[in-house]
């Protein structure tokens, strides 16, 4: 049974295959066992008549002389039964053994038959029910017999069976849209589960079977405490956050006294560096600010934005798309996410290029470079927070190795993709991809 029922269908599905297999099994046994008791009911009704016709019709025609035993047979024929004397007719066939129980039920309602060597064949075996046969006289001749009426229920009606069916089913198609009514709770909460964490979430109504309603009440309350988790996590790193950058404020401050141009120069390096650990573990963990609404941005404008900060540092920058397309997006969050890419490609090679192609499904934006590029092994690892590739690119950036991860994060929640693929003539191209 459980390699009837793969995994891959539903509950649902399982359910009404089940009830389906049952039912099927159960109408055709009943079925079965139905015509096979008509069936023998039938043939002994069938017996009991043929019986009586032939003993009646052996004594009558026995007892004429033989130029009137046609005319007698004819005379007792019926619209069940035909019966044919002629003196220079042969024996019949010996018996069919399909038919070997009917000759004995015949045998037992008329014992006498039983010295005539009462033969019986179907006319045409396995398309017809006609019963041919013939029984021997006294005197060595044979008369002979034949149904004008096929017998009935001698084979199993396929038939009755598929119209026993057509309830079933129907009773199948009503049990199953019952069943996908007792399990729309079920599908809410699947629903939920996989809207959980991309917004506040709003409690699944408890309602259907008692059992589904257990499984809604835990769901509720364990979204409750992941979200109350998520929501004192954020609360202390933004306090965390404050507090750290008001002792650095005053660092920065004390620097500036610093007489050492050399060490001066030293302490605001460090200080920028624990500045930038501290403002990239709050962006990806989500403690320094609130969400934002997605509003209609114009990315373009975006890109080429961050491309002219690039080639105001003097370094080679360009940028190739339109001139405007707008995505509802996070403004602040994607700029930052796109910021990073930039960020990314200048530090390691020196120069970026930012393409913008905009489709019918979708926009997608390419950030290359012509640097050293990243290990093929290595492509999906470098999504994971706090990972820092050393062989790949030098240990001298500031941060956790937040960057590519936080970048991935944003795209995430504008329901995009981040990919990553080395450039056949060399450096790395980063695609944001953001469907329509």
């Not at 017999?145 to 009606?157: C, G, H, V």
């Not at 994971?384 to 944003?410: H, N, Q, Y």
Request: a neutral charge.
């Amino acid at each position: 049974m459980r390699r009837l029922l793969r995994p891959s269908i539903g509950l649902i599905g399982q359910i009404v295959a089940i009830l389906l297999l049952t039912m099927v099994i159960e109408f055709g046994v009943s079925t079965l066992l139905y015509e096979r008791a008509s069936q023998f009911s039938v043939r002994d009704d069938e017996a009991r008549r043929l019986a009586e016709h032939l003993v009646i019709a052996r004594r009558l025609v026995a007892e004429q002389p033989a130029v009137r035993r046609a005319e007698m047979a004819e005379d007792l024929t019926t619209e069940r039964y035909a019966l044919h004397w002629q003196q220079s007719l042969p024996a019949p066939p010996p018996i069919a053994p399909a038919l070997d129980s009917m000759r004995h039920q015949v045998i037992e309602w008329e014992p006498s038959l039983a010295r005539s060597d009462l033969r019986l064949r179907l006319s045409s075996p396995g398309r017809s029910s006609v019963v041919t046969g013939g029984l021997q006289l006294p005197d060595g001749s044979w008369l002979y017999f034949r149904t004008l009426e096929p017998l009935q229920n001698l084979n199993l009606a396929a038939e009755r069976i598929l119209l026993a069916l057509i309830p079933a089913l129907a009773l199948m198609l009503l049990g199953g849209l019952l069943i996908q009514q007792m399990l729309r709770p079920m599908r809410n909460l699947a629903a939920a589960a996989d809207r959980f964490g991309d917004g506040v979430h709003a409690p699944v109504p408890e309602d259907g079977p008692g059992e589904v309603r257990r499984v809604v009440a835990a769901f509720n309350r364990m979204a409750g405490r992941i979200q109350r988790l998520i929501a004192d996590r954020t609360q202390a790193l933004a306090a965390v956050g404050h507090d750290l950058r008001t002792p650095l404020a005053r660092l920065r401050l004390r620097a500036d006294g610093v007489e050492d141009p050399a060490v001066r120069a030293a302490i605001g390096r460090d200080l920028g560096e624990m500045e930038a650990m501290i403002a990239s573990l709050l962006a990806f963990l989500g403690g320094d600010s609130d969400p934002e609404k997605p509003v209609l941005t114009d990315i373009a404008v975006v890109c080429a934005t961050l491309i002219d900060d690039v080639e105001d540092r003097d370094l080679p920058g360009s940028y190739e798309g339109p001139n405007h397309c707008e995505v509802r997006v996070r403004p602040v969050a994607f700029k930052r996410a796109l910021g990073n890419l930039v960020e990314n490609a200048v530090h390691y090679a020196g120069n970026v290029v930012i393409r913008l192609d905009s489709k019918s499904e979708g926009v997608a934006i390419a950030v290359e470079d012509d640097g050293p590029g990243i290990p093929q092994e290595q492509l999906k690892r470098v999504l994971e927070p706090f990972v820092r590739l050393d062989t790949a690119r030098p240990r001298d950036t500031v941060g956790f190795g937040l960057g590519l991860p936080i970048v991935a994060k944003i795209v995430a929640g504008e329901g995009g993709t981040l990919s990553l693929a080395n450039r056949a003539e060399g450096g790395l191209r980063a695609t944001i991809f953001l469907p329509r």
